[in-house]
């Protein structure tokens, strides 16, 4: 099936550092691309998406290119914040029986210091 | 704010028991999606329900079962549990079943259950 790898964290960084956090997906057909942002103690909330190859998602700072050749759609920041510090989730659409529903890497925790 | 409510936040339960985890999904979604969140499995996709009616299934156990009511809010049932069942349980919710145009599915704020 198909499936996201995302790297491995914690991830540690001061304030104004460049956030790069990788992801890569194995998937039959186009799917479409997510991060999602998990703050402490609260659910999931779309942070951006990108429906096709070469789109690029942004918001709040955060970029990220869909790469079909290199099947990649990582995550990018110029200058983190601390209220940035979160789990962040790559994912990917995967239909099933007509249905589509969203399947995740295993999340990078983020923490950004002063 | 989300908009999809799920109660309760905190559940504690011993072993062999059974649970019931709520979801009412923001006003005008139809379609719910549960998901478990553990420290070893990520976020496994368990099941997903569309205007009362079972769409997907993922890797949800026998043990578990779910159901979406007229009034659109989903309930997991999670019987004999076990320790390993220990997770957070999260309900989404989008507009449409997730499909080309992909509506944005809104998480809440999870359940953690905790079996002792």
């Known amino acids: 099936g198909n499936s996201v790898t995302q790297m491995e964290g914690p991830v540690t960084l001061s304030e104004e550092a460049f956030l790069t956090i990788n992801c890569t997906y194995t998937a039959t057909g186009y799917p479409s691309l997510f991060w999602y942002v998990q703050y402490p103690g609260e659910g999931l909330q779309l942070l951006l998406k990108a429906t096709k190859a070469d789109d690029k998602g942004s918001n709040k700072g955060f970029e990220a290119t869909y790469r079909k050749e290199t099947t990649s759609f990582h995550l990018e920041k110029g200058s983190v914040q601390v209220s940035d510090s979160a789990v962040y989730f790559c994912a990917l659409s995967e239909t099933q029986g007509g249905s589509e529903k969203l399947v995740f890497g295993k999340g990078t925790k983020l923490t950004v210091n002063p | ?116």
């Not at chain 2, 156990?61 to 659109?72: G, K, N, T, V």
């Not at chain 2, 220990?86 to 509506?103: D, K, R």
């Open chain 2, 1 to 116: 704010d989300s908009g999809v409510t799920q109660t309760p936040k905190h559940l504690i339960t011993a072993t062999g028991q059974r649970v019931t985890l709520r979801c009412s999904p923001r006003s005008g979604d139809l379609s719910v999606y549960w998901y478990q969140q553990s420290l070893d499995q990520g976020l496994q996709f368990l099941i997903q329900y569309y205007n009362g009616e079972e769409r997907a299934k993922g890797n949800i156990l026998e043990r578990f079962s779910a159901q979406q009511f007229p009034d659109l809010h989903s309930e997991l049932n999670l019987s004999s549990l076990e320790l390993g069942d220990s997770a957070l349980y999260f309900c989404a919710s989008s507009v449409l079943p997730l499909g080309s145009g992909l509506p944005e599915a809104f998480f809440g704020q999870g359940t953690r259950l905790t079996v002792v």
